[in-house]
């Protein structure tokens, strides 16, 4: 799992219970080393998550290509720990390129595919939103041979499908059986929007 963090992050949450992951932080604020503490792997860099993870795995590579999928999620998100191993399995066994948790209507849902539909396991779709995509690790760095860290955030979703082909079929998903709350960021002031 890999999220660049705040101060105002719910990341202690995502470790409650059993899980199947290791937990990579970029802290981006001002406070010592806050995190630290919760991390597998560590670092300190201003900006935004994709900029930042697009620095860490160019420069980290060898550790990331241990793994068969990176989760990367905003730090507010609401989700427990056995929910994200969840979601690595639901990947694994069927052979996701890339999967998202269905949102909760509880918070925000900008697009409404990726609301949480309780009639399903989960929906194959040619969507998933930037907040929290659970990508196939080959699939994660053949998105940044093109990438580029000057965009930020809208569209990097768009640019990460459009990167992976024209036949998504069967490749990307929404799970509705692990719904999560993407909070209101001007519930609790992020960080990063008022910099």
């Not at 802290?27 to 930042?52: E, T």
């Not at 692990?178 to 002031?189: A, F, M, W």
Request: net charge negative.
């Amino acid at each position: 799992v890999y999220t660049c963090a705040g101060d105002r992050s719910n990341i202690h949450e995502w470790l409650r219970g059993e899980r199947n992951f290791d937990l990579w932080v970029t802290y981006y604020a001002d406070d010592g080393n806050r995190h630290r503490d919760l991390a597998d792997f560590y670092n300190k860099r201003h900006g935004k998550k994709f900029p930042n993870l697009f620095e860490v795995f160019r420069r980290f590579l060898h550790i990331f290509e241990q793994y068969e999928a990176i989760f990367v999620a905003d730090d507010d998100l609401i989700i427990d720990g056995p929910s994200i191993s969840k979601l690595f399995e639901i990947r694994k066994q069927h052979d996701l390129w890339i999967l998202q948790p269905a949102y909760d209507p509880r918070g925000i849902v900008s697009h409404p595919i990726t609301q949480v539909d309780e009639r399903y396991f989960m929906r194959y779709t040619n969507f998933v939103e930037v907040t929290c995509p659970l990508f196939r690790t080959d699939k994660l760095r053949q998105f940044f041979e093109v990438y580029d860290p000057e965009i930020v955030g809208w569209g990097v979703d768009w640019w990460f499908l459009e990167e992976l082909g024209p036949d998504l079929a069967n490749k990307v998903a929404v799970v509705d059986s692990v719904p999560c709350i993407n909070p209101d960021p001007r519930s609790k002031g992020r960080e990063l929007e008022v910099e």
